[in-house]
């Protein structure tokens, strides 16, 4: 566990461009003094980040070697120059894998507080993971009641988040894929996923069929390849398709060979669309609106994976990777409420 009252800073930098699956060896901590607030500044002292699949394709290149990795994070101010940020403060903001950073006002977001949610739901269903579902299920998919819905990477941060957030706006049939028999069941147990399979037991097409015998009108597609083929075969006509991430590509070099009935697309009226989160910010408010009231009830509940203590960002990062993960993915602080 990493105690931040020292007076010593860590920070995660990418020292090499993996190839594949990236290994601890891609990352070092590098150790400074903790920052001093300049005029204008103020110090804060993070308390939860989120590692996610776009860090990887970060990795390929838009991550600067040697230097400081961006991320969603959430910390407190400790020290302020700037009449705009008081210490004690509960802060958002994007400079990632650091105890510590100085901000300005203009870069932080100030977190509302409801009663009775945790700060760590800001890093998942409050925060931009609840948000690409949100926003895939409202605004891409369009989606109606009664409607029919597959998933993918179903038991992962937006995966969980969509069938939450399905089955409250009155989806009728919810199926999920994920990585192992331990996640099926917590979907089916937990999530309100009416059925779920494991991805690996055999082809997806089949799978898809034995679980939504009668087919689909919405598929959210955090995976493509054979999962985003099997969902097509399986859309009924004027189904939609939710483009939200490729997960089973970020780690393999070769281009994926599914799919490869695109011609269904015309045959079925079908519509697939994709989008990226940070351009519907607009919406983050209607997202507290939308979901606060179901956490309070207990109607919504938290699907969260929390690792503890910030000297274990990259095996968090690199487990999530692999699956290790049963909803959003979040390193903690120690001492975070
Ligand atoms: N468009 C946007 O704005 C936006 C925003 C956020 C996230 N995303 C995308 O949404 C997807 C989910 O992101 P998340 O943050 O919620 O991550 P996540 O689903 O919590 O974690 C990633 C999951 O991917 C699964 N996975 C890994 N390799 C796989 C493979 N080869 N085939 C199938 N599944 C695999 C693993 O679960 P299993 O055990 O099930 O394999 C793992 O838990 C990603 O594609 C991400 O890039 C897009």
Not at 119 to 136: Q, R
């Amino acid at each position: 566990m990493n105690d931040l009252s020292g007076a010593r800073a860590l920070t995660v930098h990418q020292t090499a461009r993996p190839h594949g699956f990236p290994t601890p060896a891609d990352f070092a901590f590098v150790e400074s003094a903790v920052p001093e607030p300049a005029p204008g500044t103020a110090l804060v002292e993070n308390l939860y980040w989120s590692v996610d699949p776009y860090h990887r394709e970060m990795m390929d290149g838009e991550f600067e070697l040697n230097a400081p990795l961006e991320g969603r994070t959430i910390g407190r101010v400790t020290a302020s120059r700037t009449p705009d940020l008081a210490e004690g403060e509960i802060v958002f903001h994007r400079h990632g894998w650091r105890t510590h950073t100085l901000v300005t006002p203009e870069e932080v977001r100030r977190l509302p507080r409801f009663d009775g949610v945790p700060l760590s739901a800001y890093m998942s269903i409050l925060g931009g993971t609840g948000l690409t579902a949100y926003v895939g299920l409202t605004r891409v998919a369009r989606l109606r009641e009664g409607e029919d819905l597959f998933v993918s990477a179903a038991a992962g941060g937006v995966g969980t988040a969509t069938g939450r957030l399905a089955r409250v706006m009155g989806a009728r049939r919810i199926v999920g894929s994920a990585g192992s028999a331990a996640k099926v069941s917590y979907l089916k147990e937990h999530v309100g996923y009416d059925d779920a399979f494991d991805y690996h037991e055999g082809p997806a097409a089949a799978l898809l069929a034995k679980a939504a015998p009668d087919g689909i009108d919405v598929y959210v597609d955090n995976v493509g390849g054979e999962q985003l083929e099997a969902a097509i075969e399986g859309l009924r006509e004027f189904g939609r398709i939710v483009r939200i991430g490729t997960v089973a590509q970020y780690n393999d070099p070769e281009p994926l060979s599914a799919p490869r009935n695109l011609t269904e697309i015309v045959e079925k009226s079908l519509r697939m669309e994709g989008f990226h989160v940070r351009n519907h910010r607009d919406l983050q408010e209607e997202l507290y609106e939308y979901v606060v009231p179901h956490l309070q009830s207990g109607r919504i509940g938290l699907d969260e994976t929390i690792v503890d203590g910030f000297d274990h960002i990259v095996d968090a990062f690199l487990g999530m990777l692999r699956g290790r993960n049963v909803g959003k993915m979040i390193v903690r602080a120690a001492g975070a409420e």
